[in-house]
């Protein structure tokens, strides 16, 4: 029998991958292969707190942790890989693009990662940003990601490492960037509009983080700097009302992907609504 991997989350301030991120591994709350443990740094990147949101992590002892936060370069998400690093925790960093300027870093300090390169920075202006348009923006940005295909895609990485602490074997942490092309080539659309669409989604998606960091560190003019993030927005809107039009159209031709995992971790695949999925005759 093999045995239950044991995975620690630790989140420092937000990205959108990051509320759903442990609910996509067993989105029904019923897989029997896995054990989960989330700690986080709440809105907080200040160091200390990360590193000792990360030291209790590891009292958890995990098989395997991921940090999954903003900006991976900056002090607060590395104190929190490098404490679990020092509690000898393998570690998979999961971030924004920004992380990609470190990529050598991380692998040779040896850590996995996978970058995500939609999961753009928020307009964080006072004079614009607020609870409400906080969570609208995020609501935006989590469509993003599930319907081009990035969700599947962390879903399919994650399963794999996964696999290899319940069969026992080496760790292989993964160096994974999700770009549009590797987005959408794992989001099970198959009309070639809807994936015209979701390329389309996932390039606007990815670069609002150009238009916030414009906004948010480069305009000092705050009439401007304010309309700049709005405009990001704006862009983030479209982005999922694109994703939106997609679904729709394979909906309409009855091909939506469904991938649902089994008790025992195994995903399963259906593309008509009325039919049970199935991975190789089984159900």
Known sequence: MSKIAKIGVLKVGCIGSAPLLEFLLDERAERRDIEVRVVGSGASMEPRQCAEAA???????????????????????????????????????????????????????????????????????????????????????????????????????????????????????????????????????????????????????RRVSGVTSKGCFVIREWEKYTATVASAHEMMRYAAKLCDEAREIEKGEDQVIRQPHRKDGKALRKLKLIEKPSTRGSD
């Open 55 to 205: 030291e209790a992590l590891a009292e958890y002892e995990p098989d395997f942790a991921v940090v999954i936060s903003p900006n991976a370069t900056v002090r607060g998400p590395k104190a929190g890989r490098e404490a679990l690093a020092k509690a000898g925790v393998p570690t998979i960093v999961v971030s924004d693009s920004p992380t990609k300027k470190i990529v050598k870093e991380l692998e040779a300090e040896g850590f996995g990662y996978i970058v995500v390169e939609a999961d753009s920075m928020i307009g964080a202006r006072r004079e614009f940003l607020d609870p409400v348009e906080m969570a609208l923006y995020n609501s935006d940005i989590v469509k993003v990601l599930a319907v081009t295909g990035v969700f599947q895609t962390l879903v399919r990485v994650m399963d794999e490492v996964i696999e290899e602490v319940k069969n026992g074997g080496k760790i292989e942490l993964p160096r994974t960037i999700i770009d549009c092309e590797r987005a959408v080539s794992n989001s099970g659309l198959v009309n070639a509009y809807a994936r015209a669409k979701a390329m389309a989604s996932h390039e606007i998606a």
